[in-house]
């Protein structure tokens, strides 16, 4: 918020301002009518997709950014625009995790007051068969003069083009129409778009900008996305007493003290590679969690779910380490912390809180889909995909239709 008198973070993270009646949200409404009216934002004079490109050029010597023309070490494209809302029990959007109640009202607080989508979800469908989608965002990607073109400090090069000739719009629609997608992250902002036309739709409204919501659409076949893990650290259980009791139910090895982590962060992937298996560290140690008891496994989940929801690790976590294992044990009233995909900072924050730093697995691609489509719910904070839109770029206000 200190960056920039513009920055984005004003309008999607409000904070009252002094001597401004009204709650957040009405404060966010107000910025976004300021920021219009100055012409601090422009809307497009027509209506279009846009085809949004992220390159990972990675940080050169010293810290600096790449040069623009670096090869990327990601490269991500694909299609921001207004799609049709559909309930989720037709199958045309398919969750993969579930969501809290307050955070979804937070957002639909948001969008009502500020009668706009602040930022994309983000979406993967399968494009393996191709079609005109997948050829005019590479033509598009290709040609010159983006509408936006500049670089972010993670080393991340934003490019954003605009599509706009009716029949190439009407191509693309006709393409993807028959496709289903995967929300990769946005479950709130998209039941907080369903939760906003079921009011309007109360209160007598007929079609409106309120059946659609803005996405990102990206083929998951062209572009795979890079599924980070998402650590726990669980404050005030110290790792060893952690690790004497992981024991009744796992085989638990110290790792030599000369390991650092990025080896043990090795051995943890090769032993993922054969079932569930987790670090648990802090204080300067590192243990190894793998061969979790099948019998304590198996009564630890709960009815109704399939066996490859019961093989996850991020189930076997859920349910038996966190629930069963150290449920009764740990002061859960101190809160569980996340740290997405960096194992470092979550080593740093179990010792800054005197407690256990687990590291976690990443979830691979199929194992998520096929969770999703079987119409299940992989538990919460258990994948972080990325490269996520940048917020900031597309802005949709329903006063522009």
């Known amino acids: 918020m200190a960056a920039d008198p513009h920055n984005v973070v004003r309008l999607i993270l409000p904070r009252g301002a002094p001597g401004h009646r009204g709650g957040i949200y009405d404060e ?48 991500q494209r694909g299609l921001i625009g207004a799609l049709r809302l559909s309930p989720l029990e037709a199958g045309v959007i398919r969750p993969h995790e579930d969501v809290a109640p307050g955070p979804v009202a937070g957002r639909l607080h948001l969008m009502e007051a500020t009668q706009a989508n602040l ?15 997948a050829r005019l965002i590479e033509e598009t990607a290709t040609a010159c003069c983006p509408l936006a073109d500049t ?34 992250d946005g479950h709130h902002r998209y039941s907080a778009y369903l939760g906003l036309q079921a009011r309007r739709r109360a209160a007598g409204a007929g079609a409106g900008p309120w059946d659609y919501g803005m996405a990102l659409l990206v083929d998951a076949a062209a572009y795979p996305p890079d599924i980070g893990a998402i650590h726990k650290v ?37 032993a993922s590679s054969r079932g569930p298996a987790f670090l648990l560290a802090g204080g300067g140690d ?14 630890a989940m709960p009815p109704g779910h ?23 044990f740990w002061d859960g009233g101190q809160g569980m912390l996340i740290v997405h995909n960096d194992a470092a ?24 889909y096929t969770v999703a489509v ?11 995909f990325g490269p996520k839109p940048r917020t900031g770029l597309v802005i949709r206000t329903f006063g522009q239709g």
């Not at 399939?306 to 449920?327: C, T």
């Not at 924050?349 to 691979?364: H, K, L, Y």
């Not at 079987?374 to 972080?384: A, I, M």
Request: charged share 25%.
């Open 345 to 368: 900072e979550a080593v740093r924050t179990a010792d800054e809180t005197g407690g256990t730093a687990v590291i976690c697995p990443s979830m691979s691609a199929r194992d998520v």
């Open 28 to 75: 966010a409404a107000r910025t976004l009518r300021d920021w219009l009216r100055q012409r601090i934002l422009l809307p497009d004079p027509e209506p279009a997709l846009y085809v949004y490109e992220q390159a990972a050029l990675g940080l050169g010597e010293n810290g600096r950014a790449a040069p623009p023309d670096a090869v990327p070490e990601v490269l």
């Open 286 to 299: 590192v243990r190894l969690l793998t061969d979790p008891d099948p019998l304590q496994v198996d009564a």
């Open 306 to 328: 399939s066996p490859r929801w019961r093989a996850l690790a991020a189930s076997v976590l859920q349910e038996l380490l966190m629930a069963r294992i150290w449920g009764a």
């Open 119 to 133: 930022e994309p979800i983000f979406l993967l469908h399968d494009g393996t068969r191709g079609g005109a989608s």
């Open 151 to 184: 670089a972010t400090s993670d080393g991340v090069r934003h490019r954003l083009w605009a599509i706009t000739d009716p029949d190439e719009l009407g191509a693309i629609s006709a393409d993807l129409a028959p496709r289903d997608a995967l929300i990769a």
């Open 234 to 270: 669980l404050p005030g259980l110290a790792p060893a007493a952690a690790a004497e009791l992981a024991k009744t139910a796992f085989t638990v090895r110290r790792l030599p003290g000369t390991r650092q982590l990025p080896a043990a962060l090795d051995d943890l992937a090769e």
């Open 374 to 384: 079987n119409g299940e719910r992989v538990p919460r904070k258990s994948t972080s």
